[in-house]
């Protein structure tokens, strides 16, 4: 299994030691459900495919920056607004800023107008804090208490209290003294700060006036110092399946993707596509030595149809299964073929009878976030039988899908996403 993989399922399984997580009740909607017609014993279920992937990818929704939050020029106030405008066209000038000024530019590093992105450069001097650990009976002024400290440090809703922390080993730095932070260090030489006496040293960097605030085109790549792959000018096909893999919550299954693809995502930290940054994880790039079925053991949906699911091991040694509670699939759901927000629970009394499953009738209400282990011996098969409750479902096409991780033999393996496919017909 790779490290990803690996990581992934150990934070899975330390999740059952913080709590739970949340899996509310399957809407049940109009589009999938008969709600003005009795239930006609005729419709039946049978099963179209079960499939797997060759690749299974990850790429977690990051928003418009992988760091920093990064605004749009429209979100700014109309001063602020005329601040930047004026700083793109050659530049804002002020020999005597106002505080709001100062505050606004200190805080707005970066920005994005019209899909490309910006920074503002920031011309104004720079403020200094240093910290040195001393005996109390050395300081001449006042000593702070670690309260007075955290209030002076608390500002627009932050609370900053790392900042002895960075005055100690490097040195803070800014160019935005707000006034109850002034106030303190004009007020204390030290502060009492886990049980050491720090004194703090203010220092001022003067800048030559006027003071010229400017603007600065960037791209996607300067927002990090990690790699990042922008695929603005990629292939169609690359782009597609970045797309698509990006606005699936989970994991992204797809047969044979192009080996410049998967060479850019193993390259690069961020993958970037229309003004959103993604994480590249390829979480499955070989065959898997596992095999999933299912088949139908009881086909009348008025009756409750049952629908079974199985895993088989196809190595010639052992394989370990690493899944949601319970065993050996976890909590499953299912979902019209072109509707897949609108999900229905699959039913088995396993829900009932697992610790780590909290139900509330025929629903479930809360699932401990924990990886459990199965393990399978050469050709063996584990076998898992779900109801489906809802007997009015329309005729058409429904999906249950999700996926498990598999490893075995010196560290291989990787995250085995299926996708079973069963139809109601009358």
């Known amino acids: 299994m790779d490290r990803r993989t690996a990581l992934r399922s150990l934070a899975g399984t330390a999740a059952l030691l913080g709590g739970c997580l949340s899996s509310p009740e399957p809407a049940r909607s109009a589009t999938a459900m008969n709600t003005d017609s009795p239930t006609d014993e005729r419709r039946t279920v049978s099963i179209e495919s079960v499939e797997t992937s060759t690749h299974a990818l990850r790429l977690n929704d990051l928003g418009a920056s992988p760091v920093a939050s990064v605004s749009q020029l429209s979100s700014y106030s109309d001063r602020e607004r005329k601040v930047i405008g004026r700083a793109i066209d050659g530049g804002y000038e002020t020999s005597g800023p106002s505080e709001w000024l100062v505050e606004f530019v200190s805080s707005t590093p970066r920005f994005r107008r019209e899909g490309q992105y910006y920074r503002l450069d920031n011309p104004f001097p720079v403020y200094t804090i240093t910290g040195e650990t001393v005996e109390e009976r050395s300081v001449d002024g006042r000593v702070?208490?670690?309260?007075?400290?955290?209030?002076?440090?608390?500002?627009?809703?932050?609370?900053?209290?790392?900042?002895?922390?960075?005055?100690?080993?490097?040195?803070?730095e800014t160019t935005y003294i707000w006034d109850g932070l002034r106030e303190f260090l004009d007020t204390y030489d030290a502060v009492e700060y886990h049980g050491d006496t720090v004194r703090l040293t203010l220092q001022r960097e003067d800048a030559t006036l006027p003071?010229?605030?400017?603007?600065?085109?960037?791209?996607?790549?300067?927002?990090?110092?990690?790699?990042?792959?922008?695929?603005?000018?990629?292939?169609?096909?690359?782009?597609?399946?970045?797309?698509?893999?990006?606005?699936?919550?989970?994991?992204?299954?797809?047969?044979?993707?192009?080996?410049?693809?998967?060479d850019q995502l193993d390259a690069h930290q961020y993958v970037y596509l229309d003004g959103t940054f993604y994480t590249t994880y390829v979480e499955k790039r070989t065959p898997l030595p596992v095999s999933v079925g299912a088949s139908v053991t009881d086909a009348t949906l008025s009756d409750g149809a049952s629908i079974e699911l199985s895993l088989t091991n196809d190595h010639y040694a052992n394989v370990k299964i690493m899944t949601g509670a319970p065993k050996p699939f976890g909590v499953l759901q299912f979902h019209p073929l072109d509707t897949p927000d609108e999900r229905f629970l699959l039913w088995t009394d396993a829900y009932e009878e697992s610790q780590h499953v909290q139900t509330e009738g025929h629903t479930v209400k809360l699932v401990n976030s924990i990886g459990l282990i199965l393990r399978l011996r050469p050709g063996e098969t584990v076998r898992h039988e779900y109801q489906i409750e809802q007997t009015n479902l329309r005729p058409g096409q429904y999906v249950i899908e999700n996926d498990v991780d598999v490893s075995f033999g010196d560290g291989k393996g990787g995250t085995l996403p299926y996708r079973v496919v069963f139809s109601v017909s009358e």
């Open 211 to 262: 003071y010229t605030i400017t603007a600065t085109q960037m791209s996607p790549a300067d927002l990090t110092d990690e790699t990042v792959w922008d695929t603005t000018n990629a292939s169609s096909e690359i782009t597609s399946i970045v797309a698509a893999a990006g606005k699936t919550e989970g994991l992204y299954p797809v047969d044979d993707p192009p080996e410049a693809l998967l």
């Open 144 to 172: 702070a208490s670690f309260e007075a400290y955290r209030e002076a440090v608390t500002h627009d809703g932050k609370v900053m209290t790392g900042l002895i922390r960075i005055a100690l080993e490097e040195g803070y």
